[in-house]
């Protein structure tokens, strides 16, 4: 949809259901709050039959991946009428099948945990898109990924399950927290005013945890394996596709940190196996890294969380004492 709205191209199909049909111009409008700048073709979808679906929702959806904002939704909406969708093609590419195949049984075994069964989905819509024309399209504001494709694409897979399923709701989780967005420039479009306007069938989509930070996210994962005593394998990990938690790149860094400074539960518990070196590496990481001034963002809570009650207080409190002006790249 956004490369038809911002290209003025359309499109003409014979049939469509008419909930989506009636919603683009709500998901339309969504794109053009979070891009003043940019003009949107209207009225883009031609549909010469729209069929309306009816019928009773009895399960539920949520997208998950295996990561903090996806344990984190999946906690704060289980239910046993859930079914956790899984994408593939989406965070590791289709061509390593390796990290595929870890990926998937990552997904297996936690939702395992939870008593739940996965829905997995192959897709190819992060490889047949040219993203440098889409990205120039764009001005290189953004990656055409994070800035236009991210939630509605993720979201829109789920239609065919949804139909064959009798889905009423569809749930993402949020990436980032109303607190962080506010540090960001540029838009990134898996929002609740884009999210939440997506309608299909008779499905509504909620866009879950904007509430929340990185690290309340943490906190509550954190609180879930305490409660019940059991350690969930949370893959947070950027450099890594074999399933395990590199614990050196920044994600991981800062994940860790976050466990430290709530001390509810270890690393271990979370998924992480640190090395005895970890803070030295860790720290000498950070301060090399060329992003972290505009990530300070993200470490701030977790300075501010960090008590002499904190795991490794010691080793940490550097972090409250540095300022993102005092951080040279
Ligand atoms: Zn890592």
């Known amino acids: ?17 008419e909930n989506f049909y009636n919603s683009i111009p709500e998901i339309e409008k969504g794109y053009i709050n979070m891009y003043p700048n940019f003009s949107f073709a209207k009225d883009v979808v031609v549909a010469k039959k729209l069929i309306k679906h009816s019928y009773k929702p009895i399960k539920e959806i949520n997208l998950f991946s295996g990561g903090v904002d996806a344990f984190n939704t999946l906690i704060n909406v289980y239910n046993p009428k859930l079914t956790p969708f899984c994408v593939l093609g989406a965070d590791i590419p289709l061509s390593d099948k390796f990290g595929l195949h870890n990926f998937a049984n990552h997904i297996k075994e936690s939702c395992k945990i939870f008593n739940l069964s996965p829905c997995f989905c192959k897709t190819n819509f992060k490889s047949f898109l040219n993203y440098n024309n ?13 800035g236009f494709q991210h939630g509605l694409g993720l979201i829109s897979l789920t239609a065919p399950i949804a139909f064959k399923s009798k889905v009423g709701t569809v749930y993402i989780a949020s990436s980032f927290s109303t607190n962080e967005e506010k540090f960001r420039v540029k838009g990134v479009a898996s929002h609740p005013t884009i999210d939440n306007k997506i309608r299909f069938l008779n499905s509504r989509v909620s866009h879950n945890g904007i509430e929340y930070d990185r690290l309340d996210k943490v906190k509550n994962i954190s609180t879930w394996i305490k409660q019940h005593n059991q350690p969930l394998n949370v893959h947070v990990c950027w450099k890594t596709t074999s399933g395990k938690n590199c614990c050196k790149c920044e994600k991981c860094t800062r994940t860790i940190y976050s466990i430290f400074a709530l001390n509810i ?11 005895k070196n970890f803070f030295e590496q860790s720290k000498s990481m950070l301060l090399k890294y060329k992003e972290f001034p505009s990530y300070y963002t993200f470490y701030k809570p977790i300075a501010d ?25």
């Open 134 to 146: 889409l990205n120039t399209l764009i001005h290189n504001i953004d990656h055409y990924w994070h």
């Open 1 to 17: 949809m956004p490369i038809l709205w911002l290209t003025n191209t359309k499109i003409e199909v014979d049939s469509l259901d």
């Open 305 to 329: 969380t960090l008590t002499p009650a904190s795991a490794y207080y010691e080793n940490l409190k550097w972090l409250k004492d540095s300022k993102p002006a005092d951080i040279k790249s």
């Open 265 to 275: 539960v270890s690393p271990e518990q979370f998924g992480f196996k640190i090395k």
